[in-house]
């Protein structure tokens, strides 16, 4: 598991268009360890679970998605995600296709 840069307490609306899935989840993040749990809590956050893995593995920052409308939130909640998400090695394929 990864651990964060930076405390966070949001509610992820996250949408799954592959397998039908998705739900409203509680993502807290403290001193570096997350937890996350269903919720019925109004979201923050409107994400896909694409974006949320490309988050997660660090590739790419919330920003980023929120400029290209994929990610939908308050401009300080999307600054929480940069910075909760923010890593200095971000994951990476170990071998060439």
């Known amino acids: 598991a990864r651990t964060y840069s930076a405390d966070l307490s949001v509610v992820l ?8 899935g998705g739900g409203t989840f509680a993502l807290d993040v403290r001193d570096g360890r997350a937890t996350c749990a269903s919720t ?43 910075a909760a998400f923010a890593t200095d090695v971000p994951a990476e394929l170990g071998y060439a296709f």
Do not use: K, Q
Not at 13 to 20: A, K, M, N, P
């Open 13 to 20: 609306d996250v949408s799954d268009d592959v397998l039908g």
């Open 40 to 82: 019925a809590a109004p979201a923050d956050v409107t994400i896909s679970l694409s974006v949320l893995g490309s988050l997660y593995l660090g590739a790419h920052r919330a920003s980023a998605f929120a400029t290209a409308h994929r990610l939908h939130a308050h401009p300080a909640v999307v600054a929480a995600l940069d």
